[in-house]
């Protein structure tokens, strides 16, 4: 695929993009973000019955070009070929890179993954989930209390005052 044609892709998908939004009956809402940049992306999951399959997959986020498309064409990919969860864990960042166009994204590798990297961690916590919840172990709502990344060392002190 020529360069024009990449950047076109890209342009398509940052202007109209595909699976934005918020999803309400979503098992996981993952965030991420690119700290160096400034972009964020939170990925909302439902799993499908069978707990292989993603039954529907959106995301909202701000950010970059490269990263907002990204996100959407990562997305369109995990719809259009009904991917399983795990061939979504098997998914090559590498390839990510190519897709985009790896001269075009060359420079901005952060931004070209974040959306396929806050996938994958949304898949991982809802496999871990699902294990717990079929072990009988009970969670506390919110999540498993842990922060990390930006404001982790502000929510900590905080949560001991």
Known sequence: MDRQLQIQILL???ERPRHRGRLEEADVRMPGGNPGCGDVVTIHLKGADDHRHI?????EGEGCTISMAAASMIL???HERNLTMD???RMDYNEMIDKLGRQIVASRPKCA???LGTL???IR???KD???DAAGVERPDGGDGLVFGEGAEEAARRDRE
Do not use: I
Request: charged share 40%.
């Open 113 to 115: 993954t974040l959306g």
């Open 55 to 59: 039954e529907d997959v959106t995301y």
């Open 125 to 127: 916590k809802y496999q």
């Open 76 to 78: 369109e990919e995990v």
């Open 120 to 122: 994958k961690a949304a």
């Open 12 to 14: 398509d998908h940052y």
């Open 87 to 89: 061939e979504v864990l």
């Open 130 to 132: 699902r294990r717990l």
